[in-house]
């Protein structure tokens, strides 16, 4: 979604210091989630922000999986003072957001951020905490749990309240009457709760800000073929691809307990998992032989409990992800190569042409 700057320009945020943040030509914000979480409307917002309110070129626009809930969604906001004339996704973030602290467990999720970017950060830690494991220089640290919890407000506007306090040259007033125009419009009966989430992201948020080593630039990992340089024809070799991809981090604090003695092998977990997490091994059951579930690979398990909701004899059971740690490491996928952990360096999203699908040949980020 492109928005374009009203023809007047909006004067009082260059005096705000905006244009101050440009160094570059492109002011940009990348959120990471997962589905259901909000960060596709917050995204939304901002671009309107951008456009409607700051007096910018602004574009917004998100990728996420099919499932739409539980599956990792990127969003990605651009600014800028002249014609933005680029679509590609946002690799060097001037400002994080993340929704959700997990989603940093997966690779490449911090990739291209760097001492200048700007980290804000749905979690129950401090800034502290967090600069332990995030070489930059602001983080702001937000607990949209316990405010979710005290102002019945959704997630992403808390976000979006801290977010703008954390880009410094945005208006608490114009985002209140954006979110009026807008959403109150459409949920007027919302609104209320929607404002004092935004307020309470905006006051409520911590920031400290950290020494660290200039130009400091994170690439965890590293695509040998992408959407710039993927050849012509060329295809991804992992058919129903989220059987190989780590899903871990998808999950919202809950995971499905299996418990074999109940189990009555109807199969009916394995029929409705998305994500083929379930194991079954040759074995017996009532004296038969017979394929005999052995519960679920958690690294592929994105928490969705369709699985807890299907099991006839309660031998899949939710618990909380905290408390089970042990339980994580359990059960590995049979089918998959364990030992070489092949799949797990590997990354779903490979490419290779067609002529050369069975002429597997790793190299540095996928396979060729
Ligand atoms: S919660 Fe159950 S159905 Fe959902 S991904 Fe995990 S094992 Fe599969
Ligand atoms: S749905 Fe429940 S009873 Fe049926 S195989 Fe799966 S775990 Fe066992």
Avoid at 46 to 59: I, P, T
Avoid at 257 to 268: A, G, H, K, N, T
Wanted: net charge neutral.
């Amino acid at each position: 979604m492109q928005f374009f700057a009203k023809k007047i320009k909006n004067s009082q945020y260059y005096s705000l210091g905006g244009l101050k943040m440009f160094e570059k030509k492109y002011y940009e914000i990348k959120l990471e989630s997962v589905g259901g979480m909000g960060a596709n409307l917050c995204g939304k917002l901002l671009g309107e922000l951008g456009a409607m309110y700051l007096g910018f070129d602004s574009q917004s626009f998100a990728s996420y999986g099919s499932e739409k809930r539980g599956s990792p969604v990127k969003s990605f906001i651009r600014w800028s003072k002249e014609k933005i004339n680029i679509n590609s996704p946002i690799t060097n973030p001037d400002v994080l957001g993340v929704f959700y602290e997990h989603i940093l467990t997966k690779k490449g999720s911090l990739n291209g951020i760097s001492d200048k970017t700007v980290v804000v950060i749905n979690t129950d830690k401090d800034p502290d905490y967090v600069s332990n494991h995030l070489k930059v220089r602001k983080i702001y640290t937000i607990d949209c749990t316990k405010l979710m919890m005290e102002t019945k407000s959704r997630l992403n506007m808390i976000m979006f309240g801290a977010i703008i306090k954390a880009i410094g040259f945005v208006k608490l007033e114009d985002c209140e009457k954006l979110v009026k125009e807008t959403i109150g419009k459409k949920y007027p009966n919302l609104l209320e709760v929607n404002l004092t989430g935004l307020r309470r992201g905006y006051f409520d948020v911590q920031m400290k800000e950290f020494d660290v080593p200039e130009s400091y630039v994170h690439q965890e990992v590293k695509q040998k073929w992408g959407y710039e340089n993927a050849p012509l024809g060329g295809i991804n070799p992992q058919i129903g691809s989220s059987v190989v991809n780590e899903l871990s981090a998808t999950r919202d604090g809950y995971i499905p307990l299996f418990i074999p003695e109940r189990c009555i092998q109807c199969v009916l977990c394995d029929i409705t998992c998305p994500d083929m997490v379930f194991q079954f091994r040759e074995g017996e059951y009532k004296g038969r032989k017979m394929m005999v579930n052995h519960g679920p690979d958690y690294h592929h398990c994105k928490g969705c409990m369709r699985c807890v909701e299907i099991c006839p004899s309660e031998a899949l059971v939710a618990g909380v992800e905290k408390e089970h740690q042990n339980a994580l490491y359990g059960k590995r996928n049979f089918d998959l190569i364990v030992d070489e952990l092949e799949y797990e360096t590997q990354g779903a999203s490979s490419w290779i042409t067609s002529e050369s699908f069975y002429e597997r040949e790793k190299v540095d980020g996928g396979i060729r």
